[in-house]
């Protein structure tokens, strides 16, 4: 597959999302990521929301998409996309993994620190400084 590739995203459950919520966007998620050859994992708790997609980069952007307009969850934030050679979840059209509150806080906090911290990200405000200038030019 060209433009293989991965991203990871962190977010809040909104309000009333339960049980019953869950079970559905694992249901439909399963059957549409078969489809659209994306595979991951979501891990939840404690109204926090993790995620790893694998597949086609156009698959991922689009899906990613759809899931910003969810409003099952809110507070969204794209931790990273990277191409890559292999598949992690290759076997799983979706898995889920449910971990405790504290385990979800510290891992949405440590990824959220990482993402914050990253120097890429001043580089490329850096870059798009000079590609606006240029344009005033």
């Not at 339960?18 to 659209?36: C, M, T």
């Not at 899931?67 to 990277?82: E, K, M």
């Not at 449910?98 to 620190?113: D, F, G, I, K, T």
């Amino acid at each position: 597959m060209s433009n293989l590739s991965r991203i990871l995203y962190v977010s809040r459950s909104s309000l009333g999302v339960g049980e019953a919520d869950l079970q559905d966007i694992l249901e439909i998620s399963r059957k549409k990521n078969k489809q659209l050859q994306i595979t991951g994992i979501l891990c939840t708790g404690g109204g926090h929301f993790i995620q790893i997609l694998e597949g086609s980069q156009d698959a991922l952007i689009h899906l990613y998409a759809r899931i910003l307009d969810d409003r099952r969850h809110y507070d969204s934030v794209l931790i990273g996309v990277a191409p890559i050679q292999q598949r992690i979840f290759k076997h799983w059209s979706m898995g889920y993994i449910e971990n405790s509150p504290e385990v979800m806080e510290a891992n949405r906090s440590q990824l959220l620190e990482i993402w914050r911290g990253r120097k890429e990200a001043h580089e490329l405000f850096t870059l798009m400084r000079r590609f606006m200038e240029q344009l005033d030019s």
